[in-house]
């Protein structure tokens, strides 16, 4: 978890999330940037740094003290902003690491990307690979650095967003999906949503 701008909810920055667990924390009513992802294949012992896992690893070992790397399927958050309304995502910019889900109790739009988009993700994308040689993730274009420029992404890559959006209509798919309408979803802060972040729903 990271909190790009203002004040970050008083809980660990990382935690281990072993598998049928879940934990609970309360964030600032008006929340911003904050991000929440998984990390896979996590070795702290001798290398804490952003390296330190096969995806989304960050800098500051098992606690973060920055963003993830790429690939990593982000969960977004920005409440009581404009209009006072939450703006939630499940976000695919940065690449995808594993399947994700944000539900909340009061009964506003659901992200997700419910698909495991590594087994068949584009050749030019995939990886990296566990052990087995199993592809446990998938590059956004931009992190893959297709155009030979890393500092930005080119409308070229647009030829990759089909996988993305068609297989996760309802997740944020590339920088400017909003006109999707299924990216960028919204929920009246008045009505203190609840969300719930759920990796490999």
């Not at 072993?18 to 012992?45: E, H």
């Not at 740094?49 to 690939?71: A, I, M, R, W």
């Not at 990593?72 to 309304?85: M, R, V």
Request: glycine share 12%; proline share 9%.
């Amino acid at each position: 978890m990271f909190t790009a701008v203002g004040t970050a909810p008083s809980f660990p920055t990382g935690w281990e999330a072993r598998a049928f667990t879940s934990v609970s924390f309360t964030v600032p009513d008006n929340w911003t940037a904050g991000r929440i992802w998984a990390r896979r294949n996590c070795n702290f012992s001798t290398n804490p740094g952003p390296n330190s896992c096969l995806d989304g690893g960050c800098n500051g070992g098992l606690v973060c003290t920055g963003t993830g790397v790429p690939p990593a399927t982000l969960a977004e958050f920005t409440l009581a902003a404009g209009g006072n309304q939450d703006f939630y995502d499940v976000s695919l910019v940065d690449g995808y690491n594993l399947p994700m889900r944000i539900d909340n109790t009061a009964g506003c739009g659901i992200p997700s990307c419910p698909v495991d988009l590594g087994p068949n993700c584009p050749a030019p994308l995939i990886g990296p690979f566990d052990s087995t040689g199993f592809p446990v993730g998938c590059k956004s274009a931009c992190f893959a650095n297709l155009d030979g420029n890393p500092s930005k992404t080119s409308f070229t890559d647009m030829s990759f967003f089909g996988y993305f959006k068609g297989n996760c209509p309802n997740s944020y798919a590339y920088a400017f999906d909003e006109s999707s309408g299924t990216a960028l979803w919204t929920c009246d802060a008045g009505r203190r949503a609840s969300y719930t972040v759920t990796f490999c729903p």
